[in-house]
């Protein structure tokens, strides 16, 4: 059914386990940041709410207000977080994927950001390729989605669910199409990107089922962490006075995201990275699937003029290309 070992998998992210920690560490940070600021916001709340005879509705505002806030500085940082853990990451798991080991006297998290830095000079670069990256994969979900469409035998709610869950498969495509530019020692991240598109598109059906199997059972992981701490969240906020039920939900969500983000998305995403340079392993890229992706996507041709000029030598990506590529195919 699927085409990834699983020993094979745990064994690796077993090998990678000081970065399994450090992003622990990392994310399970960002949820104690929500968690905190939240509560200190609805503490706020409380006392300007009080005095004007509303503490409840004070509580409500100001615990949003924090959550906002925490929202606001993470998305601020989002892309050094990518450069930083995902990337990172990426990079040691290649290496233990090719049975290449890690220099002795360094640590994972030190050897994984010399990597990356090697690799992406600079953090808005590998933003850029990765934003650009996630805007071809969306052809995939409007190729699927119309074909869906036009079956009258599937009715249309069953539909919608299919294409979310093949949208949210392609959450680990892209750090996949990473992972390609890394093990390859290139020194053109915007053409070996362009190189893994096509590879992805050409093998579709075989990247399609993995990505879609390793997305639910994902998902089905993610709903058990959130019931698990769903109830020890309610009772603290209730010792804390808050018993609304709004509030322990939202921290529950942002808990069980950590968790994911920390432990559970490194083992679909390393799976996947196994089935790609599995299948992918002497092939070319099939140039009647590049003109279709020319054809349906203008990112991909934006993702073709910017590895022309990197290999003319214009490396440079400033603030106005960086907002031209987040913008919607």
């Known amino acids: 059914m699927v085409d990834f070992k699983l020993g094979h998998v745990m064994s690796t992210l077993w090998k990678t386990k000081e970065f399994v920690l450090f992003r622990f560490l990392i994310y399970m940070g960002i949820t104690v940041a929500y968690i905190a600021v939240t509560g200190t916001g609805g503490g706020i709340g409380y006392l300007v709410g009080k005095v004007g005879n509303n503490p409840e509705s004070g509580v409500f505002y100001g615990m949003a207000g924090g959550f906002a806030l925490v929202s606001g500085v993470l998305y601020f940082f989002r892309e050094y977080l990518l450069y930083l853990v995902k990337a990172g990451h ?6 233990h994927l090719d049975n290449e080991p890690i220099p002795e006297g360094k640590s994972q998290v030190k050897y994984a950001q010399e990597i990356v830095k090697e690799r ?3 953090s808005s670069i590998l933003f850029g390729v990765d934003q650009l990256i996630k805007g071809v994969l969306k052809v995939f979900t409007r190729i699927f989605s119309g074909v869906m469409m036009f079956l009258p035998i599937i009715p249309k709610p069953l539909v919608s669910f299919i294409n979310a869950v093949i949208n949210m498969s392609l959450t680990y495509v892209d750090e996949v199409i990473l992972a390609y530019y890394i093990r390859n020692n290139s020194t053109n991240p915007w053409e070996d990107s362009r190189k893994a598109l096509v590879l992805y598109a050409q093998n579709y059906k075989t990247f399609l089922k993995n990505a879609v199997f390793l997305t639910v059972l994902t998902w089905i992981m993610s709903l058990i962490v959130l019931i698990v701490v769903f109830a020890p969240l309610a009772g603290l906020m209730s010792f804390g006075g ?9 921290l529950a969500v942002v808990t069980a995201w950590g968790i994911k983000a920390a432990l559970i998305d490194p083992f679909a995403m390393t799976a996947l ?6 299948v992918t392993e002497g092939q070319e890229p099939n140039p009647e699937w590049e003109a ?8 991909f041709v934006q993702l073709k003029e910017k590895a022309f000029n990197w290999a003319q030598g214009k490396k440079e990506v400033d603030e106005t290309t960086a907002k031209k590529i987040t913008q919607t195919d």
């Open 242 to 250: 808050y018993e609304g039920g709004f509030w322990p939900f939202a």
């Open 120 to 122: 992406f000079a600079e």
């Open 273 to 278: 990275m196994q089935v790609f340079f599995k």
């Open 292 to 299: 279709k992706l020319e054809r349906g996507s203008k990112k």
């Open 90 to 95: 990426i990079a040691v798991i290649v290496k």
